[in-house]
């Protein structure tokens, strides 16, 4: 297969940039075509215009991007893959898949979310990449070939301005239990004590409140009855948002060279905890009862249409689809960069980390169980507080308990520093993106630092942030984990983004009043340009975008509406708070 310059990718995406009469618009495109016989002929627009980026290539062979691409790049290829693994897997693999996994039935939940990340997962994550290194702009200037659906990139900002507002309040509980862990050494940790040492019975349902339960609850988000909470600050939670947000914007204000540093060691050190708490938990007494039924399906359950709109929204969740996290990242790549390899490394690796997740959690419910003497779904309450209460208590059963808990929870911090990398890059890309276009449209302006940007944005996301830190702060942290971070409204973008992409890329939407079916399906040409940079024929991607996906999307996007219900935290419903008594 013919090999391509930069140049030649860049100058297909339609911008605004620089105008170009039709016929130079005709060359650049038959240059293109020449391998591509079987495609048809594209008449290209009266009115569109494009950006020629003459690139010549050195000695190796890589093309020199020109003087007018003043962008920033990887400094090699392994910085933009070691980023991007240990942002999409973070703490949504540690954290949030377990939770969801016993929430829904263990098995009943990992199967549906495995085979959507094979079929759809992995096809829209190569999708937002391309998009991403072929226009080298972020979330919403990659649109620009559609301008009128630059809301898909304001939306997908959106999502990951308030994702890092929720994600930043995760690393202040770790840094809260890593505090505690150095505080107690010398005695035992505070919350060691046996599993099952009080019974409380709740109505008909019997809730198993161990010691580590209790810790989380009273000394950890120190929760609230109600949302009367909202009007008292939990000091410590306070003072650990003020460390998180100054570590995050010291990794964050030189760029993505500095942030690529400190992923090299974030990413990779955490695998190491993980496996240790893997091996002490199949060690604990009842540990395959909680295997078997992480492992083993049940039938009503793998049918229940909440377990699949979950997994649906969690292989959303996980490879960062629909936050424009791929689009910020891939735009630093070089036009031409083969990004197939990354794509099939971190696709696979972030289904083997949430599966192993699983591994590490249920024998540690499965030991709860057993003490107890109840079922499984009895041992604790599931919520997004279920981490912070099944690891440290498998933590206190280890030899030497304060080790492995500071190793830990320091392990819980790289996690969300990863993961609060790539989901501020995003933000921090459309920001400066849409700064660079202030400053080419007026020159004499003078040029604001990313320094300054960084801190604005960091200012900003703490004054929000502040809300989750009082004592009705986890009721507003349920709201984010349920409707601005849940499957809903990343279904709505994916869609969307599909569509864009399958019916208006180099063209408009109008041409298809015109001229239906057209010369050309836009998608196909999509498809084409990804196989030309890939050096392989992409027909399975291809059919999962027109036809796995699109079902998919819409068929969750259904049950999501027929499912949607209020939330609920223990037995605290938000609708009985806002209804008049």
């Known amino acids: ?28 495109f038959d240059d293109y075509s020449e391998s591509s016989r079987d495609i048809a002929e594209v008449e290209p627009e009266p009115n569109a215009t494009t950006i020629i980026v003459n690139n010549p290539s050195n000695s190796s062979g890589k093309p020199i991007l020109g003087e007018e691409d003043t962008r920033e790049t990887w400094s090699n290829n392994c910085d933009y893959l070691i980023t991007t693994l240990g942002g999409l897997i973070g703490l949504g693999s540690l954290y949030r898949f377990p939770y969801l996994a016993f929430q829904n039935g263990g098995a009943a939940f990992v199967i549906p979310y495995v085979l959507i990340c094979v079929l759809c997962g992995i096809p829209l994550l190569m999708m937002e990449t391309a998009l991403g290194q072929f226009s080298r702009k972020g979330p919403v200037g990659c649109w620009e070939f559609a301008p009128a659906m630059r809301g898909i990139g304001i939306a997908s900002v959106t999502i990951s301005f308030f994702g890092a507002l929720y994600y930043v309040m995760i690393m202040v509980w770790g840094g809260l239990y890593l505090y505690h862990s150095f505080a107690s050494i010398g005695c035992r940790l505070p919350w060691s004590d046996e599993v099952g040492d009080d019974a409380l019975q709740m109505n008909t349902t ?12 009273t000394s950890i988000i120190n929760v609230s009855d109600d949302f009367d909470g909202l009007s008292t600050f939990h000091w410590p939670s306070v003072v650990g948002l003020v460390v998180m947000w100054t570590i995050i914007y010291l990794c964050l204000w ?21 496996i240790a708490l893997f091996i002490r938990g199949m060690t604990l007494d009842g540990a395959w009862s ?4 992480y492992l083993v399906p049940n039938g009503q359950a793998l049918l229940n249409k909440k377990a699949w709109i979950q997994a649906a929204g969690h292989v959303l969740w996980a490879y960062g689809i629909g936050w424009g996290i791929i689009p910020a990242l891939s735009s630093y790549n070089r036009p031409d960069y083969n990004f197939y390899r990354d794509i099939a490394v971190t696709g696979t690796t972030s289904i083997l980390t949430n599966v192993f997740s699983g591994f590490v959690v249920f024998p540690v419910l499965g030991f709860m169980s057993h003490k107890a003497n109840v079922s499984i779904e009895q041992v604790v309450s599931s919520g997004p507080g279920l981490a912070f209460i099944v690891y440290p208590k498998a933590i206190s059963l280890m030899p030497l308990p304060h080790f492995w808990a500071i190793t830990f929870f320091f392990m819980i911090f790289l996690l969300g520093i990863d993961s609060q990398f790539v989901t501020c890059e995003s933000v921090l890309t459309a920001t400066l993106d849409k700064l660079d276009q ?15 940007v960084v801190a604005v944005y960091v200012l900003i996301s703490f004054s929000f942030g502040l809300l989750m830190t009082t004592r009705a702060g986890f009721y507003i942290f349920n709201i984010f984990d349920g409707y601005i971070c849940g499957a809903l409204p990343l279904l709505i973008i994916c869609i969307a983004q599909l569509t864009t992409v399958l019916f208006a890329y180099r063209t408009t939407f109008k041409s298809w009043f015109q001229k239906c079916p057209p010369p050309q399906w836009p998608g196909q040409t999509f498809i084409t340009h990804i196989s030309e940079v890939l050096k392989r024929r992409l027909t399975h991607i291809w059919l999962c975008w027109i036809i796995v996906v699109p079902i998919w999307l819409f068929s ?12 609920s935290s223990a037995e605290y419903r938000y609708l009985f708070y806002l209804l008049p008594p």
């Open 438 to 452: 202030w400053y080419e449209r007026s020159p004499k302006r003078r040029k604001i630092r990313r320094e300054l």
């Open 290 to 293: 909680g295997l078997k039924y």
């Open 556 to 567: 969750m996007l259904a049950i999501a509406f027929r499912t949607v219900s209020l939330i």
């Open 254 to 274: 030189k760029g993505i060279k500095l942030t690529s540093r400190v992923a090299i060691f974030t990413a990779l050190f955490p695998y190491l905890p993980m």
């Open 206 to 217: 019997t809730s198993i409140i161990s010691s580590v339960e209790r810790f989380w609850n």
């Open 1 to 28: 297969m013919k090999s391509y310059s930069a140049s030649m990718f860049v100058s297909l995406l339609t911008t605004d940039q620089q105008q170009q009469t039709p016929l130079q618009q005709r060359i650049n």
